[in-house]
């Protein structure tokens, strides 16, 4: 066999091999693209991205890709009004998340021409991921969008604008006490100022000053906890006006007197 004949044998052979399957997530991971709409690499970013947002925020997301709707056909599908279609996934996703007993943000895209985009934050906790629906809104219609152009990148675009929004959400993402000591630390709290309260109100007696030394300035030292502007008003206007209270001496030196109408000296 000459060199040339044994290479077409070889190219043949090769032609002849299965290709590699195309990767598919597992049931259980982040994205379920049963469309096929997302490429390897966009769905291993997709899958590490989303452990980065659970692990740091504590946050679950699912995204589901079918390439046709579910429970009606396309053409009728097409024909809906978007707030019927709407409607429709919603209850298709209710079923979903009870199904699989998932809470937090569950994203269903369909496949079509345009692609269809809805997320549903429905099961989302919102003690701990307070997302509006306004959020939600601006999420989906620019994921919607870059899906039309370019799937991969779409889906990277959506997964940082989550964790942009995630982290203006959370102040701090981990609590530094325990779950459940900030009630009682709150109560500890509560009671140290009773204490302090109770301990203050025996000082004057203790120390043998006069028990009424701060009465008449007890105004003045309220009106100092909104700012030294609101103690100096309420000293102004409320505590110098006190019934009983001495009014501050008045600096009549530079004042001129004033003429007697009545007196002969003065017609």
Do not use: C
Not at 50 to 57: M, V
Request: net charge neutral; proline share 10%; aromatic share 8%.
């Amino acid at each position: 066999m000459t060199p040339t004949r044994f290479l077409i044998l070889l190219l043949a052979l090769a032609s002849l091999a299965p290709a590699p399957p195309r990767y598919v997530p597992s049931v259980d991971g982040p994205v379920r693209d049963r469309a096929e709409l997302f490429g390897k690499e966009a769905l291993i970013q997709a899958r590490d991205h989303s452990e980065t947002l659970r692990r740091e925020y504590g946050f679950r997301l699912r995204i589901e890709v079918l390439a046709s709707p579910p429970n009606v056909e396309p053409e009728v599908f097409a024909k809906l009004s978007n707030k019927e279609k709407r409607k429709r996934i919603a209850e298709w996703t209710a079923e979903r998340t009870k199904k699989l007993d998932f809470e937090g943000l569950f994203v269903v895209i369909i496949y079509t021409k345009p692609s269809f985009v809805q997320l549903d934050g429905s099961t989302l906790d919102l003690r701990k991921h307070d997302f509006t629906p306004e959020m939600l809104r601006q999420l989906q219609k620019k994921f919607e969008y870059d899906l039309g152009r370019n799937p991969d990148r779409a889906l990277n675009r959506f997964l940082d604008r989550l964790e942009k929004d995630l982290r203006e959400l959370h102040v701090s993402p981990n609590s530094p006490l325990p779950e459940g000591m900030a009630p009682l630390l709150m109560a500890i709290l509560l009671g140290l100022a009773v204490v302090l309260l109770a301990v203050a109100r025996r000082l004057p007696a203790t120390t043998g000053s006069p028990a009424d030394a701060l009465v008449d300035e007890r105004p003045a030292i309220l009106g100092a906890l909104f700012g030294v502007p609101a103690g100096f008003w309420i000293y102004d206007r409320l505590f110098r006006t006190l019934p009983g209270h001495p009014r501050p001496p008045q600096d009549t030196s530079g004042i001129l007197p004033v003429p007697d109408v009545e007196s002969p000296d003065h017609p």
